[in-house]
């Protein structure tokens, strides 16, 4: 025999959402009696539960009023720094919630295989916490819907879920108005990975701002992944053009970090003929020579919040269901070091 079986299951919670034409959590909700479900489509569901003979997984249930609460933890971010930080605010709120974490990792900043996430699930997880980009990643999401599950977002908005972030446009504008106010007209930009959302809102806040700036900026942007790797590559391209920038703001702090390095390797003076920003605030930007000017982006507050909330969903206390983004902002901060000065 080859390939592998799949043992038969019975009747699950994502079949009686499709014969009633409702969500998972919808389902969830009439099986624990939660209110805010309107009197004829609980009466629906319930005939849909009878009909196809649905029994709960009372085990799972259990595990929603019992005082532990299993969280899965499914995170791919190329950036070592930005995750180290999350993951400490992730296992600081879980250790005074008495929750208990289930991590999944992703390899070289893909969403883990769909065998994974099940795995995960079959640990008879409560709720999931997602990390930037896996928020937005819609197949990851598609399988935890399937599965019922409550979930929450760092750094993205996505429907029917908690969504917990900063607003990147305007902490990119505040980093692209302070170098212009420092008096630099060409810039550099080097864009995060192109199909998450704080990537695009943050290249829109440097464009709003060079277009808020009287005139005569100009700009070169180029693309990068959020790696250290990309940094070099990025930091090549624009330090080698015909004009350079003077002044270059990276989408994250590894990546500035990179354009450092090779100003360095080109015996640029950072910031006398070079000036660097980055974007997180992490441990990056404080380790390296000199340390960055950059966008403190509340890493561990975002995951704190991210997971408080997550709880309340699971315990009865948001409005997961409704099929609509619960939406948190935090404030970020412009942080001035000694990469940042007036171009020569």
Not at 26 to 42: F, H, L
Not at 246 to 274: G, K
Not at 300 to 315: F, K, N, P, S
Request: contains cysteine; neutral net charge.
């Amino acid at each position: 025999m080859t390939g592998r079986q799949r043992r038969p299951r019975g009747v699950t919670i994502i079949d009686v959402a499709k014969q009633a034409g409702v969500s998972p959590m919808t389902v969830s909700r009439v099986i624990n009696g939660d209110a805010g479900v309107r009197d004829e489509v609980r009466a629906h569901v319930r005939e849909v539960i009878a009909t196809l003979n649905y029994t709960p997984n009372m085990m799972a249930r259990s595990l929603v009023t019992s005082r532990e609460i299993r969280i899965g933890v499914i995170y791919s971010n190329p950036s070592a720094a930005f995750m180290s930080e999350l993951l400490v605010g992730v296992f600081e709120e879980a250790s005074t919630r008495a929750a208990q974490l289930f991590l999944l990792k992703g390899e070289q900043g893909r969403p883990p295989a769909r065998d994974a996430i099940e795995g995960l699930i079959a640990q008879r997880i409560a709720g999931v916490l997602l990390a930037p980009p896996l928020g937005e990643a819609k197949a990851v999401r598609a399988i935890l819907q399937e599965a019922g599950l409550p979930v929450a977002v760092i750094g993205g908005v996505v429907p029917d879920a908690v969504c917990v972030g900063i607003d990147n446009a305007r902490a990119a504008f505040d980093m692209t108005r302070h170098l212009i106010a420092l008096g630099h007209r060409r810039l550099g930009f080097v864009l995060g990975n192109p199909d998450q959302s704080a990537s695009i809102a943050r290249l829109a806040g440097f464009r709003a701002a060079v277009d808020a700036a009287d005139g005569g900026i100009e700009t070169q942007v180029v693309h990068g992944d959020y790696s250290y790797a990309s940094g070099l590559i990025a930091g090549e391209e624009l330090l080698g053009s015909a004009n350079p920038p003077t002044a270059i703001f990276a989408s994250n702090d590894d990546m500035a970090a990179a354009i450092v390095s090779v100003a360095h390797r080109r015996h640029l003076d950072v910031p006398a003929d070079l000036t660097v920003a980055g974007f997180d605030d992490s441990t990056a930007a404080t380790t390296l020579w000199p340390p960055l000017t950059t966008i403190h982006q509340p890493v561990r507050a975002l995951a704190t919040e991210a997971l408080q909330r997550l709880i309340q969903d699971i315990r009865g206390g948001g409005t997961a269901g409704d099929g609509q983004p619960r939406v948190t902002i935090l404030d970020h901060q412009l942080i001035e070091r000694d990469s940042t000065a007036p171009p020569r």
